[in-house]
């Protein structure tokens, strides 16, 4: 799953989506896409590779203030132009982004055929913006909650209608979405990397959720149209915390910020003198914590280093049985949840999407599970039960001469 990002407001749209994609970009991606709405209608303009073909391939003259974007990591499909976000409904009327999976796709897929509608890509996604034309509702949020209705799996959407200039609708189901709120402009995005330089003051969805954003403001609902409105919260993160900052790559710059990033996680708040820990947000009392006999630790790819690693500090120090699994695999195997195991899952973006799964099993046979993540705000950060979370790396860090 890649990113979505979206902006409606009074400047140009196109400048702020390809702004937001290539902070995207440290996610990884095959293709990417935009379409902006003006005037005249709807441009599209997809490309395979960079972020940079898409921004050469862009009309001169694009001043639509309401856009989506997308970058895509193919699922369903080659990465073609073809395939490549926005994807759009015969008429053109509706154009599209997801992040996720619709797992009932080729079914509906058949049944659009049925119907008569030809198809253009081989992707998931295009059924969606069938669905969504074809709805008899006359609001495009009735047009997009039948869509839903009719599909299922996971996904973080932005939609576009001809028919609603004003409006961007964005729904999410598994996959993260973020409202961002700014001056007399609002933006959505599934990663806050894409919208900090524009505003800090964002609503997370929840999943189910919907919401209607326009320039001036913004609405949520859920699946059954029910208003769920809320204020938006402050993120902290500075925006330099998502560029490069002279480094050359995201890994290279993230490698050399180990050594800042562990000693600002672990400031203030290891007691050397009383040799113990201070760690915020656990959400357990000291009895609590001492009646646990065993911690399991569980994260995917380069976190599972992690836990391995972490599992073997816990033993070491605390002198607890303490052990490691890959996450990807923990909810295949009906895995047993023990009430006196503590479990802390393991995710830098917090959205890693196995991990987040592991969690759900975790809570849904009633265990305890802490989160150690780097994103406040994440789907895992707000479905444990308690966590940890780490400091920004100081400004001040230099960036190193680039080898
Ligand atoms: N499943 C969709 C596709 O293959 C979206 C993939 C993504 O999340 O980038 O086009």
Redesign the pocket.
Known sequence: ???IVGYIGGKPAAPVLIEGLKTLEYRG?DSAGLAVLGTGGTTSVRSVGRIRDLESALPKRLVGKVGIG????????PATQA?A?PHRSEDGRISLV?????DNAAGVREQLQRAGVTFTSD???EVVAHLIARSAADTLEGAVLDALGRIVGTYALAVLDERHPDRIVVARNG?PLIVGVGEKEMLVASDAAALVRHTTRVVHLDDGELATVTATGFTTFDRAARDTTRDPVEIEVAAAEWELTGHRHYMYKEMLEQPEKAAAVIRGRLDERFATARLNGLNLTPRELRAFRRVKLLGCGSAYYVAQIGAQLIEDLARIPADAEAASEFRYRNPIIEPDTLYVVVSQSGETADTAFAVQEIKRKGGQVLGVVNAVGSTIARAVDGGSISMPVPRSLSPPPRP
Do not use: Q
């Open positions: 799953m890649c990113g991606y997308h970058t895509r990591w193919a699922t369903h499909g395939n976000h997801h992040n996720g999976i619709i992707t998931d996604t996959s």
